[in-house]
Structure formats: structure tokens, C-alpha cells
């Protein structure tokens, strides 16, 4: 990959390998991009890096993990730009129960809310505004970012 490659150019569909340094610095950077209000969803294999980089954005927000959650797939964070709200859609066993995760809501007191597995809420999933693809690259210590959008 190209040094300093960026996660700006969203959507140009290359993945890239990333040290964890990198993907650190590619959260922040796309933290700084995103208006209020954005919906990130993250997507990819087990263990290829979706709740580290939810992580990265928090910590690049200055976030802090808020109350403990009342229910076990939404995690939230509170930053002095306001909440982040992580939700993990992998235990869903169909769509129909993202209605108990009340994406609206969410939607409603989050500044940015990040969805890990999406694809598990299918069509209940808010529309995201950026997407991030993780991937195992062959390096164990790497992984493959795409910005899918
Ligand atoms: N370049 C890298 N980027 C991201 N994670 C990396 C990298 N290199 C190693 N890792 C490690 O890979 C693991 C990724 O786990 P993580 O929980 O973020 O994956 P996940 O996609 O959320 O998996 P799951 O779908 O099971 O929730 C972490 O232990 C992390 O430290
Ligand atoms: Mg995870």
C-alpha cells in the first residue's frame, strides 16, 4: 500500500493493509470527516478488526464507555462531542429483533452511531453514510480496510 494511504476517499473500493497504527489513524481521520449524525456500518469476518476500529473512533472522539448498557448488543460512549452508540447486530438470530434495538431512537441521541454487523438487522438497518469493510490479510498483524462508501 501507499504510505499514508487515507480512508477519505470513500468508496474507492481498494482495500488496503493496515497495521493497527494505521487503522487507528484511519478511524480518527474518518471521525473528523463524518457530520453529526452519520451512520457507519462496519461489515467484515470474525476477528478481522470491526470493534477495534468502532474503539479507535471513540478514542479519536475522546470518548469515554458511558452506563452500562440495558441491553447487551448496544454499547455507548460519551464524548464531549456527544454519543457514540455501538451497535452489535451478531447475536441477532433474524432481522425482526433489530426492532428491539430501536435504531430510531438510537439514531435520535447518537452524534454518530456505528452498526457492527448490519447485515444481520437486513432491511431494519439504518441506511449507513460511510462503510467500512475489515478483512484478514495474510500478515496476522494486518488487515484489509475498504471503504466501501
Ligand atoms: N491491523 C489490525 N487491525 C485491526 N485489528 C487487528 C489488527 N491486527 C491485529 N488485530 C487484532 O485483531 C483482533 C480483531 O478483533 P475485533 O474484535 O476487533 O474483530 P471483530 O471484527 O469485531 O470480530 P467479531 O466479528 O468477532 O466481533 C483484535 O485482537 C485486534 O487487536
Ligand atoms: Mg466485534
Not at 74 to 102: Q, T, W
Not at 130 to 142: C, T
Request: proline letters at 7%; charged letters at 25%.
Amino acid at each position: 500500500m501507499r504510505r499514508g494511504a487515507s480512508v477519505a476517499d470513500g468508496g474507492s473500493g481498494v482495500p488496503r493493509a493496515m497495521s493497527l497504527g494505521e487503522l487507528n489513524r484511519a478511524a480518527a481521520e474518518l471521525w473528523r470527516e463524518l457530520a453529526p449524525g452519520s451512520v457507519v456500518w462496519l461489515t467484515g469476518d470474525l476477528g478481522a478488526g470491526k470493534t477495534t476500529f468502532v474503539q479507535a473512533m471513540a478514542a479519536a472522539a475522546d470518548a469515554e464507555p458511558a452506563r452500562s448498557p440495558s441491553f447487551a448488543l448496544v454499547h455507548e460512549y460519551s464524548s464531549p462531542h456527544g454519543l457514540l452508540v455501538h451497535a452489535d447486530c451478531y447475536r441477532l438470530r433474524e432481522p425482526a429483533e433489530a426492532l428491539d434495538l430501536d435504531f430510531d431512537g438510537l439514531m435520535r441521541q447518537a452524534r454518530l452511531l456505528l452498526i457492527e454487523w448490519p447485515e444481520k438487522a437486513g432491511e431494519y438497518a439504518p441506511p449507513p453514510d460511510a462503510h467500512v469493510a475489515l478483512a484478514h490479510a495474510d500478515d496476522p498483524q494486518q488487515r484489509l480496510l475498504e471503504r466501501v462508501k
